[in-house]
């Protein structure tokens, strides 16, 4: 399933408009470098899919996590300027809205671990 956005309606007085559509944003998150201890994490991250609102990223395996998560996947990183780049499958990517929804980061005291909550959950 692909996400069409359209941008605007272009055309003349009485044709068919054409709709220039938005090409998605890469398959990536990217987490304020504040929110984690970076030198603690390489190259590498752990996912987990653990609801419909929550994605939870972690620098290592998590045994809590992997038992109830709904999907878990090993996934790149990279540094970029204030923020850690993290390369998401792209069918997560696409489950969580991730191109069109708003996203909240909380991390653990030892920033560690970092929940990426999704959508507006604030009232």
């Known amino acids: 399933m692909k996400l ?10 009485g044709s068919q408009p054409t709709v220039t559509v938005l090409t998605p944003p890469e398959n990536t998150v990217a987490i304020p470098i504040e929110a984690i201890d970076s030198a603690r994490w ?5 996912l987990y899919a653990l ?8 620098e290592h ?19 970029n300027g204030g923020a850690i780049i993290v390369e998401l499958p792209e069918n997560i990517f696409h489950f969580y809205l991730l191109n069109v929804t708003r996203r909240d ?19």
Do not use: C, Y
């Not at 069409?4 to 007085?13: H, L, Q, R």
């Not at 390489?42 to 752990?46: C, V």
């Not at 395996?61 to 540094?79: G, N, P, T």
């Open 4 to 13: 069409i956005v359209p941008t605007k309606a272009e055309g003349k007085a």
């Open 42 to 46: 390489g190259d590498h991250a752990f």
């Open 51 to 58: 609801d419909r609102l929550t994605l939870g990223i972690s």
């Open 61 to 79: 395996s998590e045994k809590k996590w992997h038992d109830q998560a709904l999907f878990e996947a090993r996934v790149s990183m990279r540094r």
């Open 105 to 123: 980061f909380s991390s653990s005291p030892k920033k560690n671990k970092v929940l990426v909550t999704v959508g507006n959950t604030h009232s």
